[in-house]
């Protein structure tokens, strides 16, 4: 029988700089319930990998305290379902087709995920909807959570990490595309972008509102 690989600190860490984008390693320490000195260990394993980087931030007279966050290294451990071939290929048809070309490309792809989002969504309640579209980001790699908003009719949906992160920071303008892709799944809705991981934010999170019937 095949044993189930259990996280490790390490994995635990990464994944809370990834959602929190800073912390201290108190900080890691109290919300991970590990002693500081363990922390602090697999913190300086993690630099030693590549995988945080930190800065000190002085307070006072006492000794500096350091904030760690994510390496770009760091951010490539977790699911990314598009990698360098697709930029490549991106970059193939722009040099042969036009820049025209690929913007085409890139709005009649999410066009047709955006179709297959809305048959898979079907009529249900709104709560409905978006939890089913939470769960079909996070099979894609895009680690979604979905938060009430400051009503019943309004949710907000954040997403930790970008399984197109390599494609955005090279095309951007699919991001704007993924806005409207959420849109069109969600045609009773108002959907709004409140974060952006391109913007160097360390998430990406969308508003989305129910429309006044």
């Known amino acids: 029988m095949t044993s189930v690989q ?3 600190t390490k994995d635990d860490i990464l ?3 990834l959602k929190a984008g800073q912390a201290t390693a108190q900080t890691l320490a109290d919300n991970l319930r590990v002693s500081p000195q363990a922390i602090r260990r697999h913190l300086k394993d993690l630099q030693a990998e590549g995988l945080v980087e930190h800065q ?3 307070s006072g007279m006492g000794r500096p305290n350091y904030i760690y966050q994510l390496s770009s290294k760091g951010r490539g451990q977790f699911p990314s379902q598009y990698d360098q071939f697709a930029v490549s290929l991106l970059d ?5 087709l036009g820049a025209e070309q690929v913007g085409a490309l890139l709005r009649h792809q999410w066009q047709r ?4 989002y809305y048959q898979i969504l079907g009529n249900g309640s709104l709560s409905e909807r978006i939890q089913q579209l939470v769960q079909l980001r996070q099979a894609e790699g895009y680690m979604a959570e979905l938060h009430n908003g400051e009503d019943k009719d309004t949710y907000i949906v954040t997403e930790y990490n970008c ?3 390599q494609v955005a920071e090279s095309y951007p303008a699919v991001c704007g595309h993924e806005l409207a892709m ?8 108002q959907v709004e972008r ?10 990406c999170g969308y508003r989305i509102r129910k429309n006044n019937v």
């Open 182 to 189: 959420f849109a069109v799944a969600l045609p009773d809705c």
């Open 92 to 96: 193939t048809i722009a040099e042969n």
């Open 56 to 58: 000190a931030m002085q």
């Open 113 to 116: 995920k955006a179709q297959h």
């Open 6 to 8: 259990q996280p490790s």
């Open 194 to 203: 409140t974060h952006w991981l391109v913007r160097g934010e360390n998430l």
């Open 163 to 165: 399984a197109i992160s």
């Open 15 to 17: 994944q809370f700089l």
